[in-house]
């Protein structure tokens, strides 16, 4: 019995890029400066330096379809629900929860994963 080849999900095409102003429920929060300060007598890390963690990357999975829709239910009727920041929590909490998840990777496997994944490039 032949079974169709399987189909390669991970195609070396390039992705467009996501324009958040257009999408529903992407809007992004804005930040107060804060007043100006008095000069210091050593300059300030860069920002991108302590942000580097916390900036959006673009992650994709498979959910059930019944689950899709509910999250597309409650983005409608919840006032306030964004799912990508509802998502984030609770994938974060999963993984405070898992002690491996927070254990550093080997060196060298952690320098391949810097070199290959655009997405942790800073």
């Known amino acids: 019995m032949n079974t169709p080849p399987k189909r390669n999900f991970t195609a070396k095409t390039a992705r467009p890029t996501i324009d958040t102003s257009a999408l529903y429920g ?3 929060v804005a930040v107060p400066s804060p007043p100006p300060a008095e000069p210091a007598a050593e300059p300030a890390p860069p920002a991108a330096a302590e942000d580097a963690g916390l900036e ?3 992650f994709s999975t498979y959910l059930r379809r019944n689950t899709y829709l509910r999250l597309k239910q409650a983005e409608y009727w919840e006032p306030g629900f964004v799912v ?7 994938v974060s909490e999963l993984l ?4 491996n998840a927070n254990r550093s990777l080997p060196d060298e496997h952690l320098r391949k994963l810097l070199e290959k994944n655009k997405k942790l490039r800073s």
Request: net charge negative.
């Open 84 to 90: 990508r920041q509802q998502i984030e929590q609770v």
């Open 56 to 58: 959006w990357v673009q």
């Open 26 to 28: 992407m809007d992004e």
């Open 96 to 99: 405070d929860k898992l002690e």
